[in-house]
């Protein structure tokens, strides 16, 4: 049993002390710390998935302790993919922070970072429901620290309705593995699997209860209307580095969602049946369209982005929704593109903020930096609208072929294709305000003159733009290596066995009686 | 037993869901308060409910309580116990900056004010 699948969990669970410890009044220790350890959650994370890409399921038994009597870690390809997905945006979104000299407004900015980056590898990694809890409260409350960093009236009021809306979010949580519990006895994930399967046919209210409460939590996470309630507001008033690792947070609802309703209740199981089709669809396609008139009515650029995530969220959620191995494939396509494309935006958002008055979508004097900061922002709005050449287009094209056999195919490709020429005129509307227009304004006198946004911050937006180039030119190989994910994920039969099956410590009471 | 304990966690979800629902931020955290108290319940009794057994393997005992619920349990407390005091910081911290503890957003004029013709 390798011990570096826990790595990413522990490295930051370490390094967050001592930054807080050791490092507390030195700002340049604090950096070279949390930059090396993410450069090394990055390497960990790449060997980790290079050792799943062929089918392995990594398994580690904390304290040895045999599966559905101790917490397990489970790497298998979603896992591993998601673990380094994160650990990639993670250093490109630190650097502009460090960039953008965002960590020196408010104390303790790498400290929360870390465990920031600790909750959501964990919530990736675990294997067990309860344990996926657990790290949520991690990754949550180091992102209220986050989230209200350096202070400010509207943030902290922003602050209050994401630390309400996720409490109640968590209640829920509880509630949903209090049912599950009571109606089968276990919360490791591969024992539920098998469990969920034996459950008599007359007897199915609480299991079914369950099942539904516990979308309902991930839906929250994933900002799935009528839940999403929380994310335009925190998403426009948190720190612009904040927000932009925040874009990994709505995926870890998609992947809950994903690994819970492909694993515990899949599709065919008769219990559940109809949950994902029937209800998941509507809703996602109702995300897709607010998003869009969002996107359309948004009076404030950070708003617009926020509102675009919410869109491109429900096309992830449409694509997990038809179940099929070919939509779940094209969904975590997607699901990578979105998380790089939206980080990317809410960097650039920053960048504009840096350098204008105000966010306000009305023709102002050009922000400082004018044409290299339009120059990101007409790349990210394109990769986000879904427009050729870029990723958005070709994850787009997959969704939609993956719905070609649905029955509600025309509902899903009229709303998608819709959604998405909204969402490409509130973009283009929103640059040509804040870049075109602005050319033929004058800069008021009394203004003292705005800086420029450094050159780090540049670079991290560009490192985020160029990964989605590389993730279009590779798109067959990503796609390849999906098609295998989510083939994976539909023969669960290998992760549980690997879960169940391997021995490990057991509670041996007789034997140590007769030793007395 | 079991008729009390379920109504008692009924009689605390309703008593939250109702204070989740006001407009200010002190009900809503008495609400989610009283939300957590009403899950703690909940989880301690979805290892069904004994009386007198003990939850560690002792010899000659044949009936015993599940201790993985109150393990749960709890967890469950401290969180939800560290949670409230987060956010009433919080909520202060926005209700003494801004002399406002509604919870909603509020009626944003910014946006109009700035649009005056230049």
Known sequence: MTHWIIAPIILPAIMAPFIILAARYHLGIQRVFSVVGVLAIIAIAAGLAWQASDGTVILYQLGDWAAPFGIVIVGDRLSTLMVLLTSILALFVLLYAIGSDWDTRGRHFHALYQFQLMGIMGAFLTGDLFNLFVFFEVLLIASYGLMIHSGGDARLRAGVQYVLFNLIGSTLFLFALGAIYAETGTLNMADLAQRVQLIDETATVGIRVAAVLLLLVFAIKAAVVPLHFWLPSSYAEAPGPVAALFAIMTKVGAYAIIRVYTMIFPPDLAVTHGLQSHWLLWAALLSLLVGAFGVLAARKLDRLVAFSVIGSMGMVMVAISLFTPESIAAALYYIVHSTLAGAALFLIVDLVRTGRANLVLNAQAPVSGAALTAAVFFVAAIAMAGLPPLSGFIGKLMVLSAAYENANMAWVWAIILMSSLFIIVGFARAGSVVFWKAQSEQPAEDDAPLQMPTTLSYVAVAGLLSLLVVYTVFAGQAHRYMIATSAQLFSPEPYIETVVGTPGKLSEYDDEKEDH | ?118
């Open chain 2, 1 to 118: 037993m079991e008729f009390l304990v379920a109504s008692a966690i009924g009689l605390l979800t309703a008593a939250g869901i109702y204070l989740l629902l006001r407009l200010r931020t002190f009900p809503v955290i008495l609400g989610i308060s009283l939300l957590t108290y009403a899950v703690n319940v909940f989880l301690f009794a979805s290892g069904r409910l004994q009386v007198g057994a003990p939850p560690i393997l002792q010899d000659g005992v044949s009936t015993y309580t599940d201790p993985l619920p109150q393990a749960l349990v709890l967890t469950a407390i401290v969180i939800s116990f560290g949670m409230t005091a987060v956010v009433v910081m919080i909520a202060l911290g926005a209700y003494l900056g801004s002399d406002d503890d509604h919870v909603d957003d509020p009626v944003d004029t910014s946006n109009t004010a700035k649009e005056e013709p230049k």
